[in-house]
């Protein structure tokens, strides 16, 4: 704790006129974690010439996160923290935390101290030098690799099959202007692919390659079903592809079947003794069909959910409580 007191700044007799930057940070169980992460922000802006606003968005966690964002907030008013009522998801909580930030820029981290903080000098380099959107990107991971190549792959897929061009390799960390927040803030979706959606604001993008670390401690949020929801969020939100693809592949699969039956009966007609059809073609077409539908119908519900998910125009978070807003 004496090595977070010497970090925090003596209090200002005059306001500041320096421009304000908002580092935001996502947080669900990270007790472990927090008040490292908070001192390597805190000694990577150090001389820095711009005030600085922390915003920990907390997740519900039920462990003691928010207690020890609250001693952090006690002794640094330039940390806030933003309480959610219940636990809103991967995607709905860190969004809300970025939309409701106030800087200039604003720099997204999670706080798993997977992500430096030790790039943040050389995102605002990089924005003081025009960028809109600096992102860093991970080419190589120290996480799994089996995990490390299907994310590259689906990258390199969504990059395929969607309209737009997206940022290989991101994870959302990096820096973001004012300006492109402003946008994304005027589109107001309520479950957003936050990658995909700068994406299709088309603002040039500086990439910063760096190798992410392995998680030290605390276990890791992500798991098969999370990963799935954020790959499929990509997908239906930016592409018509799958959905294209079923269409076409069930018109093909009728005409193929509607031909079958044809040259089936022609041959039967020909070969009326000696051509049995047999129960085995018939068993093998029936679950080849229906292995189709079910994952069309899964594509096409992908797309319906996307839907009902927008027209319900839900909040994003419900906030519990504010602290030093």
Request: glycine letters at 8%; hydrophobic letters at 55%; a positive charge.
């Given at each position: 704790m004496a090595e977070i007191q010497s970090l925090v700044p003596a209090p200002s007799a005059t306001p500041s006129e320096r421009a304000l930057i908002s580092i935001v940070t996502p947080c669900y169980n990270e007790q472990d974690n927090v008040d490292e992460l908070y001192v390597r922000i805190k000694a990577a802006i150090a001389g820095l010439d711009y005030d600085f606003e922390l915003i920990f968005i907390d997740n519900h966690s039920t462990d003691r996160t928010v207690e020890k964002l609250k001693l952090l907030a006690a002794a640094d008013p330039t940390v806030k923290i933003i309480v959610n009522t219940r636990n809103f998801g991967h995607i709905r909580s860190p969004y809300y935390g970025i939309i409701q930030s106030r800087g200039s820029a604003t720099i997204y981290l999670a706080s798993d101290l997977q992500d430096p903080p030790e790039l943040i000098p050389e995102f605002i380099k990089h924005w003081e030098e025009g960028y809109k959107l600096v992102l860093a990107v991970k080419p190589v991971s120290q996480g799994s690799r089996v995990v490390q190549a299907l994310r590259r792959a689906y990258y390199r897929l969504l990059d395929r099959i969607s309209e737009i061009t997206v940022v290989n390799d991101s994870t959302g960390f990096g820096l973001y202007d004012k300006e492109v927040l402003d946008q994304v803030r005027k589109i107001d979706d309520p479950y957003p692919y936050l990658r995909g959606l700068i994406s299709e604001l088309g603002y040039e993008v500086k990439q910063i390659p760096f190798n992410q670390p392995r998680r030290s401690r605390g276990i890791s949020k992500n798991n098969l079903y999370t990963l799935y929801d954020i790959a499929m969020l990509g997908i239906v939100s930016h592409s018509k592809l799958p959905i294209r693809i079923?269409?076409?592949?069930?018109?093909?699969?009728?005409?193929?079947?509607?031909?079958?039956?044809?040259?089936?009966?022609?041959?039967?007609?020909?070969?009326?003794?000696?051509?049995?059809?047999?129960?085995?073609?018939?068993?093998?077409?029936?679950?080849?069909?229906?292995?189709?539908?079910?994952?069309?119908?899964?594509?096409?519900?992908?797309?319906?959910?996307?839907?009902?998910?927008?027209?319900?125009?839900?909040?994003?978070?419900?906030?519990?409580?504010?602290?030093?807003?």
């Open positions: 079923a269409t076409f592949a069930g018109f093909t699969m009728g005409a193929a079947s509607v031909l079958a039956a044809i040259v089936f009966t022609i041959l039967k007609f020909v070969f009326w003794y000696s051509y049995p059809i047999g129960i085995a073609p018939l068993v093998i077409g029936l679950f080849f069909f229906f292995g189709m539908q079910f994952l069309f119908v899964g594509i096409l519900g992908e797309y319906v959910s996307s839907i009902h998910t927008y027209v319900q125009k839900r909040p994003t978070v419900v906030e519990q409580e504010r602290v030093n807003f």
